[in-house]
């Protein structure tokens, strides 16, 4: 919100805050899920054209905003409450809002999954390797974890992130893990 000055910024957030309560609240967007963050008034900057060519930052009034951060579990609100926030801008509330951030809520049981799957996997292909050879595959010398992918479904896993990918984007993910096992191989 801005304003000529600080006294009237504060008042403009102020007076807007309720119709953004309502929206939420007409979401169904629970407030014990709301964050909200302090008030804040900052001097407005705007760059001002020289004469002689550039520019100046001069003040000219005042901007206060507050963050406020939503959680929900029920993802049909959320997707909801973003496609609406537009008409809420439209009403023209001076509202911003960042794309809604898509958290897998089970990650460690998800994990533990993959790389017990990875780890039988594992199994599998070294005895593939050696059922030729007059060799057996042992038992297991080390094991580690290395990247993490949580991708948008669809999406390329061939990525050189060694720590790995989290997609916040998008409701559907595929996860995926890198998993190195050594087996000692026997006669």
Do not use: C
């Not at 709301?34 to 020289?50: A, I, K």
């Not at 409450?81 to 009403?91: R, S, W």
């Amino acid at each position: 919100m801005t304003a000529p000055d600080f006294a009237q910024a504060l008042a403009k957030l102020r007076g807007e805050r309720p119709a953004l309560d309502k929206f939420l609240l007409d979401h169904a967007i629970d407030k014990a899920g709301w964050q909200e963050g302090n008030e804040f008034v900052s001097p407005h900057m705007e760059d001002v054209p020289l004469p002689d060519g550039g520019t100046k930052s001069v003040q000219n009034g005042f901007d206060a905003h507050q963050d406020i951060v939503t959680n929900s579990q029920d993802l049909a609100k959320v997707v909801t409450a973003n496609k609406d926030f537009l008409g809420l801008q439209a009403e023209g509330h001076p509202f911003y809002a960042d794309p809604p951030l898509y958290l897998v809520s089970n990650l460690e049981d998800i994990k533990m999954s993959l790389i017990s799957a990875a780890t039988e996997n594992a199994r599998k292909r070294a005895n593939e390797f050696t059922k030729h050879d007059g060799v057996s595959v042992g038992v297991m010398r080390s094991a580690s974890q290395g990247a993490f992918y949580i991708l948008a479904a669809g999406a390329n896993a061939e990525t050189d992130d060694y720590g790995g990918v989290y997609d916040k984007s998008t409701i559907n993910k595929v996860a995926k893990v890198v998993v190195t096992i050594v087996y000692n191989i026997e006669s």
